[in-house]
């Protein structure tokens, strides 16, 4: 499941597909864990039980995670790459920032730190 913005201001909309079959399952309004409980109706509404739904892959938004704990019990929950990531390299910043004020090696390394191994430049792997 996924959000994104129908208009300007904040105006959502949640879409929810199988990732097994890359179909589109179902659309609604909203980006909370309200999203979730529509979600249930519309399941119900086809006769699907909710044990049937194994894995929720969202981002980390709280509201999901509680949306999904409250009517989704059983489902374990996968946080998306793009999140995950961005996390990474947020925290990877900050340590680099912190340890740059110490070890002036570290300066104009973080492109470095990134990339894989077999993509850095001589210059790069020698500073690494």
């Known amino acids: 499941m996924d959000e994104t913005s129908r208009a300007k201001g904040h105006k959502y909309v949640t879409f929810f597909i199988d990732m097994d079959t890359k179909r589109f399952i179902f659309a609604t309004t909203g980006k909370g864990a309200d999203v979730l409980q529509v979600f249930s109706q519309f399941l119900d509404s086809k006769g699907v039980l909710y044990s049937q739904i194994k894995e929720f892959c969202c981002d980390m938004s709280p509201a999901f995670i509680s949306g999904i704990e ?44 990134l990339k894989n191994p077999e993509n850095l430049t001589e210059k790069q792997e020698s500073k690494l």
Do not use: C, G
């Open 70 to 113: 409250e009517k989704f019990p059983n489902a374990t929950i996968t946080f998306d790459k793009f999140h995950v990531m961005k996390m990474v390299n947020e925290a990877l910043d900050q340590v680099l920032r912190q340890e740059q004020a110490t070890q002036t090696e570290l300066k104009n390394s973080r492109y470095a730190w």
